[in-house]
């Protein structure tokens, strides 16, 4: 103990960021300065969310002792004196609220009274999801510093939001109303995230985004084909200022694919991930500026192109069950700035026991397969001599006897794993 004392408070604040919540909490009975430092003004910012979750009562005959910059608010559908309670007690717990998470499954006035009891000139960040039903008519919300808006309800068409500052939107979009509210932002975003409920796309590829850099569509239920090819070709050549890019598709035209990329020539960040078909990289070789590239499908092809400047290439899923065929993986030669590469669950051809050593990946992450062969792994790392990271991430059967022979063949390689015990996940 009387070592600690001589450390600064920076150093340790750097020694607890390794500890959980609940370590946390025990640790700060130790002294009045662990608990300052352990409970810091940035801890609570960054780290700690205030929940408030239906009629459950707080205690008000404890003082509170620290004030919480971000709430969770959960809102039942049986509306009572106790929650009534709780929302008076909000401003006194949260003086300063920036970051806000609601779930509201109330109806009529009751939505109404709840933005009525918040201070919400100072919220940043809205997570909505729930409902906005209300029949006394149309609920308008000025929130003048909110910069981010996650939302994700019912009826938003009596939802009515003024936020002069919002750059960052996610959208559940599940009618045309939902996309009135996104007309609403269109000239003011930066960031965008749309996933769609139904195979309806609606008039999304109508809107015009004049300051988006970056985008992620989710449309898993319905395709890119070439029936539809004009307006979603029309859509990215009035956005060639976009430099992160994420698709999530149920299958994508090769022909589509190539027109797209044509038209947003200056992506630095694209992810691709599609449930049916292959893709083939011949199609992303004209994007030149690429730094990550992510791709998802049944089949990928590593044609013989070259990317100047790609340094992080991520191949499969975690959500990809049988796993992802990956012919052509000798091309990893010809990407000479590329760092990190990442595998989920990549299945490889016989050929990778010809492929010829690659020294320009560093980092090397092997996650999520459901059976990891040791011979599979010790190939992988002789063909990747110069790696000096790796991470083993969900793969059960790996274990810390397999790391030592691991090491033997690369004695300067830093590993961490997850060890699987008795089910659970055991980090090392």
């Known amino acids: 103990m009387a070592y600690f004392d001589l450390l600064p408070n920076e150093i340790l604040e750097n020694i607890f960021q390794y500890l959980y919540f609940k370590e946390r909490k025990r640790l700060c009975s130790v002294c009045c300065r662990w608990n300052s430092i352990l409970f810091s ?13 239906g009629s459950r009562l ?13 709430l ?25 609220l920036e970051y806000l998470r609601l779930e509201n499954w109330g109806s009529d006035h009751q939505l109404g009274s709840i933005f009525d009891s918040l201070d919400l000139a100072k919220i940043r960040q809205l997570h909505f999801t729930g409902t906005c039903d209300t029949v006394s008519g149309l609920l308008c919300v000025f929130m003048s510093n909110l910069d981010i808006l996650k939302i994700n309800v019912h009826h938003v068409q009596y939802f009515n939001l ?34 769609f409920d139904s195979k309806n796309g609606y008039f999304f590829f109508n809107l015009r ?3 988006l850099s970056e985008l992620a569509i989710d449309r898993s239920m319905k395709g890119m084909i070439k029936s539809d090819q004009d307006i979603s070709i029309a859509f990215f050549k009035r956005h060639k200022q976009l430099r992160k890019l994420h698709l999530s598709i149920k299958f994508i035209d090769s022909y589509v694919m190539q027109e797209v990329y044509e038209n947003v020539p200056n992506l630095t960040d694209l992810k691709i991930q599609v449930s049916e078909g292959t893709i083939e990289l011949s199609s992303v070789s004209k994007l030149l500026k690429l730094e990550k590239l992510a791709v998802t499908a049944e089949k ?15 191949l499969g899923s975690a959500e990809t069950g049988p796993g992802t065929f990956v012919y052509g993986l000798e091309n990893l030669m010809l990407l000479d700035s590329l760092r990190t590469l990442i595998l989920h669950n990549v299945m490889f051809y016989p050929e990778v026991l010809k492929l010829t050593p690659v020294y320009n990946v560093r980092i090397l ?16 790392v002789k063909r990747f001599p110069a790696v000096y990271k790796l991470k083993i991430s969900s793969c059960p059967g790996f ?20 060890e699987v015990r008795f089910g659970q996940f055991l980090k090392q």
Do not use: G
């Not at 049986?78 to 709780?86: R, T």
């Not at 003024?162 to 750059?167: D, H, I, K």
């Open 58 to 70: 707080l205690d008000t005959k404890k003082p509170v002792h620290r004030v919480y910059q971000a």
């Open 300 to 314: 990928v092809y590593l044609l013989s192109h070259k990317f100047p400047k790609l340094k992080q290439l991520q």
């Open 72 to 96: 969770s608010l959960k809102i039942e559908s049986q509306w009572n004196n106790e929650m009534m309670k709780n929302l008076r007690l909000v401003n006194t717990i949260s003086p300063n």
């Open 41 to 53: 003004d940035q801890y609570l910012r960054r780290h700690v969310v205030f929940h408030i979750e």
């Open 209 to 211: 985004f004049p300051r």
């Open 399 to 418: 274990t810390l006897h397999e790391v030592e022979k691991l090491k033997k063949m690369n004695p300067r390689m830093k590993i961490s794993f997850d």
């Open 365 to 380: 992450h092997i996650n999520n397969y459901k059976r990891l062969l040791e011979n599979h792994l010790q190939i992988l």
């Open 162 to 195: 003024c936020a002069p500052n919002l750059v960052e939107l996610f959208l559940y979009v599940r009618s045309e109303d939902h996309l009135d509210l996104l007309s609403q932002f269109a000239d003011q975003l930066i960031k965008l995230t749309v996933v």
